[in-house]
């Protein structure tokens, strides 16, 4: 039985000023990367996704990142691994503290961003995050791209990973995302979408910018909340998979507290 794990970017508001609409996103994902508060997010909000993804049985996660609001945390810094690892801890918990007040706890963890993209290659801040996560909860799984360090050094020290792809991103041949700004960086088009990730799921490729077919084993697909009509491209990607015959539900254990549902209706 082919099945995945669905997930979108949740939280990314901060005080008055939203982004995303959370509450359609958790009708359809079965995991949610919470923003931390560090590019996005704060208190109010992590709370109220945090206890609404309990109740719906979806998944959380915690949407690490640089400091840097600012720049919605897309920008590279270069931060000492050891404050890197502090901050990435400071995260986590404080997400987790809210979590376990809905009656759950965060299920995973996922960087954000620069981070998430600088840690495919930079061998001192994909440390950091191991080091950090591990020193929180050896059962944490990390979620990266395929074939990155982040996921190389978590797995060499017995902490479990998660591959990821996604949904409405383009592709290098490298197997690395096409960087934002460029042509072909982001995939708007719906049928487009759920025709890419069908592929996927179901021959485990995808086509890369330039044409050629790029293998890509993945756990989870992600689409991102603040993609331009990221509800319907969602939607849409339910269908198609249920069409196909993949199930979508959470790659992690179902939750104490919530729903505890195994997957999303």
């Not at 269908?239 to 959470?250: D, I, K, N």
Request: with cysteine.
């Amino acid at each position: 039985m082919t099945r995945i794990d669905l997930n979108a970017d949740l939280g990314e508001g901060f005080g008055r000023w939203t982004l995303g609409d959370d509450q359609a996103l958790l009708g359809l994902v079965t995991s949610a990367n919470v923003a931390c508060g560090f590019h996005a997010g704060d208190a109010t909000t992590m709370r109220t996704v945090t206890r609404d993804a309990a109740a719906r049985g979806v998944r959380v996660g915690a949407h690490v990142s640089y400091r840097d609001r600012a720049g919605f945390g897309r920008r590279f810094m270069d931060v000492d691994p050891g404050e890197l690892a502090d901050e990435v801890l400071y995260q986590l918990a404080a997400l987790d503290g809210f979590a376990r007040l809905a009656g759950d706890r965060v299920r995973y963890v996922k960087p954000h961003g620069a981070l998430y993209n600088a840690i495919v290659h930079h061998e001192a801040q994909a440390r950091a995050v191991v080091d950090a996560v591990r020193a929180y909860d050896p059962t944490l799984p990390v979620v990266g791209l395929p074939g990155s360090a982040v996921l190389r050094l978590a797995d060499a020290a017995g902490q479990p990973t998660v591959r990821e792809a996604f949904a409405d991103r383009g592709y290098l041949p490298s197997g690395e995302l096409v960087p934002r700004g460029r042509p072909g960086a982001v995939v708007h088009d719906g049928d487009e979408v759920a025709r890419r990730v069908v592929r996927l799921v179901t021959t485990g490729t995808v086509e890369a910018a330039d044409g050629t077919s790029l293998r890509v084993e993945a756990d989870s697909v992600c689409v991102h909340s603040d993609t331009p009509g990221a509800v319907g491209l969602l939607g849409a990607l339910r269908t198609a998979l249920q069409e196909a015959g993949v199930v979508v539900r959470p790659f992690v254990d179902a939750p104490h507290g919530g729903s505890g549902a195994d997957a999303v209706p």
